[in-house]
């Protein structure tokens, strides 16, 4: 499983780049999504970049979060600006073996995720 890590408190408005790490080449060279769940909420998809680099957003991020790669050092970043009290939640990254796709938000597989508190 892949595991994400970085999180921590912020204030409104503040920004924080969480990393996702996995062992051997899996993340390399598969797409890798990054989700998240707030208390009492389901898990939700937030973006996604594929094996060649292509991203895509949730509408309720677009613009404020980045999702990047670095595949020499094997990991996945989703750096969050602007952030919002609605954005509070535990994040997750994760992928499915597809260059291509990732997993839904209720995909069976989870690794450890951080938690992101975001205060006014």
């Known amino acids: 499983h892949l595991q994400a890590s970085g999180g921590g408190s912020v204030q409104v408005g503040g920004s924080l780049r969480l990393s996702c790490a996995g062992s051997?080449?899996?993340?390399?060279?598969?797409?890798v999504g990054w989700y998240r769940q707030a208390p009492g909420k389901q898990r939700e998809w937030v973006a996604a970049i594929t094996s060649g680099g292509s991203t895509k957003y949730a509408d309720s991020v677009k613009g404020r979060f980045s999702i990047s790669r670095d595949n020499a050092k094997n990991t996945v970043y989703l750096q969050m600006n602007s952030l919002k009290p609605e954005d509070t939640a535990v994040y997750y990254c994760?992928?499915?073996?597809?260059?291509?796709?990732?997993?839904?938000?209720?995909?069976?597989?989870w690794g450890q995720g951080t938690l992101v508190t975001v205060s006014s």
């Open positions: 994760n992928s499915q073996g597809s260059r291509w796709l990732v997993p839904s938000p209720d995909y069976k597989y």
């Open positions: 051997g080449s899996r993340l390399r060279i598969n797409a």
